[in-house]
């Protein structure tokens, strides 16, 4: 739900005039100027750096549409439009007073929705652990580790990359299934596997539900195996929650 950020409408109305207008306009290897000394046409050709920008596009596309990763289309843009000032078609004030006013409003609505994600917290009508455990699902079982784990032994966490409120020395993989995976069938077993975790200092490893069910379904019999034996043989569960 609150996966990335947005961007105002105002970058993709430009993008739409640049593009109808740079197609649409012969560019010249150098500025064509008129009596009045005005430029009509850029110098440099910008359908290049369209045709770069819709092509960093297209792949974001095919990503994981983390608008941050569209800041480059937006400098692209914004080259652009320097180049093609001159040559854009004349549009009437009412028309950019309206999509200021629009992209204003597109831009408040993001400031005020994060306002209020965190008001019950700082008006007081909830407590820090309370607001902490409704916001993220690993918070009451990091919160019984700083509570209750002795010792230097490292707690692994899987498939979680949040770690910031975990204070006992840990390690992580990030969010990618494939680190431990890889890991546990190239193991080739699972007193292998418990072995070599040790040697890194590992005492505990955080798997979330969705870990689990993910590893349930790798279709590899010799895969399961080792995963069947490592879990349910290996380790001994010391803390559960329904999150």
């Known amino acids: 739900k609150y996966f990335d950020g947005q961007l105002s409408p105002l970058v993709l109305v430009f993008g739409l005039l640049l593009l109808s207008s740079a197609f649409g ?4 290897e150098t500025p064509t100027v008129s009596g009045s000394g005005a430029i009509d046409e850029p110098g440099v050709d910008c359908r290049a750096i369209l045709a770069c920008a819709a092509w960093l596009l297209g792949i974001w596309l095919l990503g994981s549409h983390q608008v941050r990763f569209l800041l480059p289309l937006v400098a692209l843009l914004s080259w652009a439009v320097s180049l093609m000032i ?21 831009t408040a609505s993001y400031g005020l929705n994060r306002i209020a994600r965190v008001e019950p917290y700082v008006s007081g009508a909830v407590t820090a652990d309370r607001f902490l455990a409704s916001n993220f699902p690993f918070y ?24 910031f409120l975990l204070r006992h020395p840990h390690l992580w993989t990030g969010l990618l299934p494939h680190h431990f995976i890889n890991f546990l069938y190239r193991s080739g077993s699972a007193a ?25 379904n790798i279709d590899s019999e010799e895969f399961q195996k080792i995963r069947a034996e490592f879990f349910q043989d290996r380790l001994k569960p010391v803390y559960s929650d329904p999150q």
Do not use: M
């Open 25 to 28: 306009v012969r560019i010249g």
């Open 86 to 106: 001159p040559v854009l078609p004349f549009r009437s004030l009412v028309y950019w007073v309206i999509l200021g006013i629009v992209s204003c409003i597109w």
């Open 140 to 163: 009451r079982c990091f919160d019984w580790a700083n509570r209750h784990l002795a010792g230097d032994g490292k707690v692994l966490v899987l498939l979680e990359e949040r770690t």
């Open 192 to 216: 292998e596997a418990e072995r070599l975790l040790k040697e890194q200092g590992i005492a505990c490893i955080y798997l979330p539900r969705h870990a689990a069910a993910l590893y349930a």
